[in-house]
């Protein structure tokens, strides 16, 4: 039996220190928040699969299974089904197309701060935002000194 997930993520440029988000469907009524590209898992893939099979669906981008890394997961009441959130780290920003109405754009962390997105994803960013950035103190070899308390 299939069990039911939902995954979704986003493409981080190192160099700029950016995410690439999406707007779906300007021209509509519904809400014009800034997501993740995400969707559900099919029968058989494993939540990393999903993420990548979903970004090449909506950017026709081929991820190399090296570059994504996963975030946490949690189980999500809205969608009642664990969600799994990853970001893929790319080398270059290129010019990437989307269906007719939906937007495509480039953000930094703290630009993000500015723009109309869900609770959940503004969530997501900010939990991305923080394993991204101890990864890359792990990288440096910047490794926070551990806290001494000290008893008197």
């Known amino acids: ?15 700029t220190q950016q995410i690439l988000l999406h707007q779906p469907n300007l021209n509509s009524n519904s809400s ?9 898992g099919r029968e ?13 669906q909506v950017l026709n981008l081929q991820l190399n299974e090296k ?12 969608l009642d089904t664990i969600h799994y959130v990853f970001y893929a780290q790319v080398k270059t920003m290129n010019n990437l197309s989307l269906p007719d109405n939906d937007a495509l754009s480039w953000f ?3 630009q993000i701060t500015k723009l109309p997105l869900s609770e959940q994803t503004k969530q997501d960013i900010i939990v991305s935002q923080r394993v991204i950035q101890a990864q ?9 000194a551990p ?6």
């Open 136 to 144: 890359a103190r792990s990288d440096s070899g910047i490794i926070p």
């Open 44 to 56: 058989g893939e494993d939540a990393r699969e999903a993420f990548q099979r979903i970004i090449y």
């Open 108 to 110: 930094s962390f703290k």
């Open 67 to 78: 570059c994504i890394h996963p975030v946490y997961d949690y189980f999500n009441n809205t």
């Open 147 to 152: 806290r001494i308390i000290y008893k008197t």
């Open 1 to 15: 039996m299939h069990k039911s997930f939902y995954a979704s993520g986003f493409l981080y440029h190192l160099r």
């Open 32 to 40: 014009s928040f800034w997501t993740m590209p995400g969707g559900t």
